[in-house]
């Protein structure tokens, strides 16, 4: 299997939510958590939180909205 970043890994992953419903796409609100917890973050406060100081580097990989 050819090498994926984790980025790609996680928009393979299946949406349950109704799209009419969704501000982000699935596979990035996965990667924010990933990225939150890694930082250090341990609820989802603190995961918004990270996401939010880290907007600038994560809109170079994501389609923030």
């Not at 984790?6 to 596979?27: S, V, Y």
């Not at 341990?42 to 923030?64: F, N």
């Amino acid at each position: 299997m050819p090498f994926q970043s984790l980025l790609e890994r996680t928009h393979q992953l299946p949406d349950p939510r109704q799209p009419a419903k969704c501000t982000h796409i699935m596979g990035e609100v996965v990667f924010m958590t990933i990225v939150g917890l890694l930082c250090g973050a341990d609820d989802w406060d603190s995961i918004v939180q990270c996401a939010e100081c880290k907007e600038d580097w994560l809109s170079k990989y994501l389609k923030l909205p």
